[in-house]
Every structure is written in C-alpha cells, then in structure tokens.
C-alpha cells in the first residue's frame, strides 16, 4: 500500500515521520500493517492498522493515523497529527466498572511515557460498550467492549516511540503482560 496525497510530494517532514514510524518492531502477538489513509483530515496522512488475534476472535483492533499540514492546525499547536483508535474486547464483569474510562485512559498516556513519546495537545475519550444480539443476527450473544480515542501533536519529527506506545497499548489492552515476565499459572491441587 503506498501513501496517498494530492498535489506535490510530501514535505520532508513528513517523510521523515513515516520512516520513523516503519521502524517499529511489535512483539510476536501485535499484528501490525500499513493500510490506506484517511483522505480529508490533512493534506498528507499515513496509518497503521494493529491487531491481536485469539484464534479465529480479534481481541483487539486499533488505528494509528499520522497527519500532516505543512500550515499547521490551531487546534494541533504543530503541524503533525497522531491520531489512534483502540476497540478491546472485555470479560462482562469489567465492561460495566465505573473506573474502566479512567483505566483505559492510562493504558494510552502510560505507553506513551514508558516509551518516551513526548508529546503536547493530548485529548480523547474512552467509551464502554455492551452488545446483545437478537433473533437471527450472527455473533456471539453479548459482547463488552471498550473503546479509546486519541490524538495528539508529537514532539518533535522521530515518531519510532510512538508507535512503540502504540503498539504497547495494543498489548495492555488485550491483557498480555509485558515482555518478559511470564503470566502466573493457576494450579489445581
């Protein structure tokens, strides 16, 4: 998939942007690929899709979208964008905690500290949500998720510990532990 932009090639910016983000290497479970980006947020965009797959169930699906307006946007305080998607998959007892929006919140700003993703302008929301199917419509018969939206201005063109951040919430919201530490086994007696 190549980027996509109308009238001249990309400033240098922005290339350099990219290239950054390319370099990123997820863990093993975190799928990560480049897909088409949104046409109309900015004049140049680049994105990436994430995923982690419990066999044939996607556990979760997340966006990382770069922008970029060469004149900048009052509201950016730059003139790069990232912006990010996240939808998890919840056990049914934590999809209705008050404190899941707090939480979810966290997962973002803590994976972009940890990765030393600086950055200005942060804003989102997170949002809980709880499905049940009726009558002849395909799926599970409930599902709990949550979702998280965000954007912010990065600090700075090497957008590597970005989508190092990105690719860890990923892994914090699928519930997977960080690498390196093996999960505890429960034993029966």
């Not at 519930?175 to 034993?187: E, H, I, K, S, Y």
């Amino acid at each position: 998939m190549t980027d996509t932009w109308e009238g001249p090639p990309p400033p240098e910016v922005f290339r350099r942007a990219v290239s950054t983000l390319g370099r990123v290497q997820p863990r093993p479970e975190v799928r990560l690929e480049r897909i088409r980006p949104p046409q109309r947020l900015a004049p140049f965009s680049h994105a990436l899709a994430g995923r982690i797959d419990d066999g044939d169930r996607e556990l979760v699906t997340a966006r990382l979208v770069l922008l970029h307006d060469p004149d900048g946007q009052d509201s950016w305080d730059g003139v790069l964008r990232v912006v990010a998607y996240l939808r998890a998959e919840l056990e049914t007892e934590v999809a209705g905690d008050p404190l899941l929006p707090g939480v979810g919140w966290s997962w973002l700003t803590e994976a972009l500290h940890a990765a030393g993703a600086g950055c200005t302008a942060l804003g989102g929301t997170v949002t809980q949500t709880s499905s049940a199917r009726f009558g002849d419509i395909a799926g599970p018969e409930r599902t709990d998720d949550v979702e998280l939206r965000a954007s912010w201005t990065p600090l700075g063109e090497d957008l590597l510990p970005h989508a190092e951040a990105f690719c860890e919430l990923i892994a914090v919201a699928a519930g997977l532990p960080p690498v390196g530490v093996a999960p505890l086994v429960q034993r029966n007696s």
